[in-house]
C-alpha cells in the first residue's frame, strides 16, 4: 500500500499483518480443542458454543484470571509455552471449586511489538492445556500496545466458563462442622506470590534464572516455573458426587485467605499443620527472604493446591480415590463451628 | 501482622488489603447490575448465571477484548470512568453482530501499583455500562503486578457471555447478493487506531490533551475519550427479525476488515463513499499525520461505527426504526457477487 511520506499504522508501532500471521499460525493449533458444540472458527466477532443438551438446570460458572508476574521468569528464560498452561488450568480449578464442568475459554495477550514466534508459543501452551482440560478454545484477543509493554515483555489473562447442574453447585452448604479437610498437593508456586518470591531469589538471595537454588536440586527457572496443577483429572470423578462437600483452590491469600470462601456461614477450620512437610522451595524461599510464617502461610499454597471437604465416613475412600489418579493427598484438618482458620 | 526485619508481600509491591478494600467498595456497584439470573455475588472463585429459561437450542456467544492504547488518553487526563464504558459496549457489539444478546461479563484489570480511587473509577465505568446493556458484571480479576505497568497505568480487558437460538445465529448465510448496507454513525474512533492517532496528535501535530482540534471546538481529551458506542439499544428490537440479515462492528481494519466477515462465501461489498460525510476529527487525522486514504479506511471506522445487512425491500424501514432509536443511519451501499471491498 502506497502510503507516501505520511503516517501509518506500522509507523506507529501497530503491524496489523503480523497480527494476522500470528492468529493464522494458532488457527491450527485452536482448531485441536474443538468439540462438537464448537460452532464457531476463530476470526469471527464472537465465539459460538451450543450448551450441552441434556441439562435440566443449567448454571453456567465463570472466572477471569492472569498468570501475574509469574509472566517475569518466563521473560527470563525465554519460556513461553508454560504460563498459558498456567493460566488455563488456574481458571479450571477456579470453576471445578463451584462444581462445574469446563466448556470455553478465550485469552488476552497484551504485548508492546508482537514477537509472532513467543505469540504462538504462548497459544499453544493455552491450546494444550485447553486439550488436556476438554475445553474449547473458543477465541481471544491479542492485542498489540506501543509504549504499555517493555520489549520481550507481555501480559496474559484469561476467561473460562463451564457449566453446573444448578442442584450440583457447591457452595458451602453443604459442608458440615467435622467434615474432613483433605489436602491436594500444588507442583510449586502454582501462579501466587511470585511478587515476594522474584524479591526473595533475585534480591535477597542474589540468584540468577540459571543457578541452582541450594538443597534443592534445580535451578530458580525449574521451581519457579512449574506448571500449575489442573485438578480436574482427579476430581471429575467425584465433582457430582455426594461424597463431596465442597473444594477450595488455594491461590492468592493462601489457605488462610482461600478456604473460608467455601465454608458454610460462621464455619471455620483446624489445620494440622504437623500433617505434611512443607516442601523444600517454601522453605527456602522462607528463610531467604526471613519471612515470617503467617505471612508465608498467607501468600504462598506452601504445598497445598486443592482442599477437597468430605464426609468424615468417606475420606478415606475419596483420598484413595484421588490417589489413585495420581495425586499426593492427605488429612489436612476439618471443618470447625467457630470462624477462622486456626493452625495447630 | 508481625513481620521481623524479613520481607513481605507488602514490602514486594502488593498490598493484598488494598486489594480487598478496593473490591469492597465495588461489591456495591457490581451488585446493581445483577438480574434474576445472577446467582453468586463477587468473591466467590466463579461467578454463576443461570441460562434463562424457555430456549429450544441456546448457543452461547463470547468474546475477549481489550480498550488497547485509548487507554493511554485515559492517564493522560485522569479520566478513569470511560474507558470501562468502551470496554464493555465493544464487546456488547462483538456478539450482537452474530445475533446474541448479552448474558454476563468479566473484567480483567491489571496495574503495577493499585491506586483505589483509580480502580474504583475504572470498575463504575464498566458497571454503569453492565447496567445500561442490562448485562450482568459476573466477576473479574484485578491484578496488582509490580514492575509490568508503569507508574500511574494499567490494563483493562474484559470478557462477555450472551446467548442465541441456534436458528437465530447471523453467521452471513442469510446475506443476499444485492442486500443494503445500512450504516449506523459512529461516536468517534471508538476504541480502534489510537497508536496512530496520538502519534498524530501529539508527536506530527504537537498538540497537548487540553489543546483544541483546530476546527472541531474539542479538546483532543474530548474527542479521543469519545465512549464507544454500545448499538444493542438501537439493534435489539430487530436483533431476532427476518429484517436483519447480517450486522458487521467496525473494529481494527475498519470498514475493509470488518465487513467481509459477516458476509457469505464469495460476497463482496460496494461502499458509496459519497454517501456520507467523513466526520471532522477524520479529516484531521488525516491531513495532520499525512495518512493515506487506504490506510485511514483501514485503521479507523471513518465515520460508520456498524453496518445492518438488510434486503432491499426492507431498507427504509430498518432505517426509521433505528433513526427512531437515536442512531445516524445512511444507506452505505450494496452487497456484490464479487469478492472484496470496493470503494466508489
Known sequence: MPEGDGLSYRAAGVDLEAAERAKGA????VSKTRDENTLSEMGLFGGLYALPGGMENPVLVSSADGVGTKLKLAFLTGTHDTVGQDLVNHCVNDIIVQGAKPLFFLD????GQMEEGVVTQVVRGVAQACLENGCALLGGETAEMPDFYAEGEYDLAGFITGVVEREKILDGSLVQTGDVLIALGSTGLHTNG???ARKIVFDAMGLD???LLPGLGKTVAEALLAIHRSYLPAVRSILASTRLHGLAHI???GIPGNLPRVLGPGQGARIDTGS???PPLFQILQSGGKVAPEEMFRVFNM???MIAIVPPVEADSVANDLAASGEATWILGEVTAGGGVESV
Not at 494458532?26 to 493449533?29: A, G, I, P, R, S
Open 251 to 253: 491461590t492468592g491469600g
Open 194 to 196: 511470585y511478587s515476594l
Open 26 to 29: 494458532l488457527k491450527n493449533l
Open 108 to 111: 488476552y495477550l497484551a504485548t
Open 303 to 305: 504445598g497445598v493446591g
Open 276 to 278: 505434611w512437610e512443607i
Open 209 to 211: 534464572v540459571e543457578d
